[in-house]
């Protein structure tokens, strides 16, 4: 009995150690890109050619299934994919495997609000400031910056929200791959799972219904309190 609430407790010590890694590598790298995205691709540096191929291949996963794009990037980044990375032997590997591919997913989403945030900027602003003589830094921090940040804000706010719910992506990645431990790259989430289902179907951990929805609610828990922290950090509807 001992030893079974021992191994439960650190089953949810990993969960919670991977939800936060997951969020914190997730959010930045996913509203980075798309920043990045958005400014090139306003900037008209772009040529229209490259445009299209950029947004097919950032927009084909937001227009299919999650079930489809994760197992489309599991045949490109598996032990016998385009990118080889044994599972097997490393477990954890498969944690980074699937924040590459909620990346991919949900970039699209976040691409369309900054894309839809630089197109609203007056470039009346720009011209003016060139006539100053500012320059490109004073330009970026003194009317670019400034009049993104609520979207900014909004997309950290559900981007934060969104990785700590996660549960698909390492789900349908472990299961077409076929590893019976889940331990090294479980979240919140998928713990709660875990629990509530019989042993031995996933991870060989017992059932226990009651461990199993405490850890669903202190998800929620956890969510209220990040969200909360986010939207000191970053209010919504104010200007840098």
Same mark, same amino acid.
């Given at each position: 009995m001992f030893k079974s609430e021992y191994a439960d407790t650190i089953a949810l010590g990993k969960a919670f150690n991977n939800t936060f890694k997951f969020a914190a590598i997730t959010v930045p790298i996913q509203i980075g890109i798309a920043l990045i995205l958005s400014s090139l691709l306003n900037s008209g540096v772009v040529k229209k050619g490259t445009k299209n191929f950029f947004l097919i291949f950032f927009f084909l996963p937001l227009i299919t299934s999650g079930v489809a794009s994760t197992t489309i990037f599991n045949r490109l980044v598996s032990p016998t994919g385009f990118i080889k990375?044994?599972?097997? !032997?490393?477990?954890?590997?498969?944690?980074?495997?699937?924040? *590459?591919? +909620?990346?991919?997913?949900? =970039?699209?989403?976040? #691409?369309?609000?900054?894309?839809?945030?630089?197109?609203?900027?007056?470039?009346?602003?720009?011209?003016?400031?060139?006539?100053?003589?500012?320059?490109?830094?004073?330009?970026?921090? !003194?009317?670019?910056?400034?009049?993104?940040?609520?979207?900014? *804000?909004? +997309?950290?706010?559900?981007? =934060?929200?969104?990785? #700590?719910?996660v549960f698909d992506g390492p789900f349908l990645l472990a299961s077409t791959a076929g590893i019976p431990d889940y331990s090294s790259f479980t979240t919140l989430i998928l713990a709660g799972y875990r629990f509530i289902q019989p042993v031995g179907s996933m991870g060989g951990l017992r059932t226990n219904i009651g461990l199993g929805t405490a850890i669903l609610f202190l998800t929620a828990f956890v969510m209220g309190v990040s969200t909360s922290l986010v939207n000191v950090l970053f209010p919504i509807g104010k200007a840098a």
């Open positions: 990375i044994d599972y097997f !032997k490393d477990p954890g590997q498969l944690l980074y495997v699937a924040i *590459a591919a +909620t990346v991919w997913q949900t =970039v699209a989403s976040s #691409l369309i609000l900054m894309n839809t945030a630089f197109s609203s900027i007056d470039k009346t602003q720009y011209e003016a400031a060139a006539i100053d003589g500012a320059s490109s830094y004073k330009k970026l921090t !003194k009317i670019t910056l400034p009049s993104i940040f609520p979207i900014v *804000a909004y +997309t950290i706010f559900t981007g =934060v929200i969104a990785a #700590l719910a």
